[in-house]
T-cell receptor
Framework: AQSVTQPDIHITVSEGASLELRCNYS??????LFWYVQSPGQGLQLLLK??????LVQGIKGFEAEFKRSQSSFNLRKPSVHWSDAAEYFC??????????FGAGTTVTVRA | DAGVTQSPTHLIKTRGQQVTLRCSPK?????VSWYQQALGQGPQFIFQ???????QRGNFPDRFSGHQFPNYSSELNVNALLLGDSALYLC???????????FGPGTRLTVL
């Protein structure tokens, strides 16, 4: 069955430290890949997307993600976290069927 | 340029009632998708509208129906509300059905 897995439910990171959020997908072919961020009570904001080409994708707010076909992964990274990065992060895939399938999300807490 | 807008922001209904949620897409977008996000979960695809027709539907009962108007705005209707319908309902729009989806702030529905 097609699925999106975010193995980490909750991550706590110190301000200024690096952050990596994991995402694995299970689809027959390479889907379109996305990372969205959601602040409490808010909608989803697009951080970055991968359609094809360069496997390292740059996004907004200093985030980047790397697509690894061999591992069916699309991990999100940020070199230095700010307190405003505390939020919930969702990985999503579009398997060319016009809909997004989301992972369960990873909650990021930033400590001072 | 206004983003995706949704109304109302919050809504409280009782079991068995009917509800209508509204969405206006970003300027230049002609496709609208609806998602349900239960507390602590990732969004689940309900359906997508393009050219005033339902193009794709997720695993939701017929109690969930929708409509798209000639100006591309959309409504989501839910009949015979159940307690389990309590969730954040997100609308997303895109330039085409295969393009990146941009989300609105959501409507928080509480069913008592």
């Amino acid at each position: 069955a097609q699925s999106v897995t975010q193995p980490d439910i909750h991550i706590t990171v110190s301000e200024g430290a690096s952050l990596e959020l994991r995402c694995n997908y299970s689809y027959g072919a390479t889907p379109y890949l996305f990372w969205y961020v959601q602040s409490p009570g808010q909608g989803l904001q697009l951080l970055l997307k991968y359609f094809s080409g360069d496997t390292l994708v740059q996004g907004i707010k200093g985030f980047e993600a790397e697509f690894k076909r061999s591992q069916s992964s699309f991990n999100l990274r940020k070199p230095s976290v700010h307190w405003s990065d505390a939020a919930e992060y969702f990985c999503a895939v579009d398997a060319n069927d016009y809909k997004l399938s989301f992972g369960a999300g990873t909650t990021v807490t930033v400590r001072a | 340029d206004a983003g995706v807008t949704q109304s109302p922001t919050h809504l409280i209904k009782t079991r068995g009632q009917q509800v209508t949620l509204r969405c206006s897409p970003k300027s230049g977008h002609d496709t609208v998708s609806w998602y349900q996000q239960a507390l602590g979960q990732g969004p689940q695809f309900i359906f997508q509208y393009y050219e005033e027709e339902e193009r794709q539907r997720g695993n939701f009962p017929d109690r969930f129906s929708g409509h798209q108007f000639p100006n591309y705005s959309s409504e989501l209707n839910v009949n015979a509300l159940l307690l389990g319908d309590s969730a954040l309902y997100l609308c997303a729009s895109s330039r085409t059905s295969a393009d990146t989806q941009y989300f609105g702030p959501g409507t928080r529905l509480t069913v008592l």
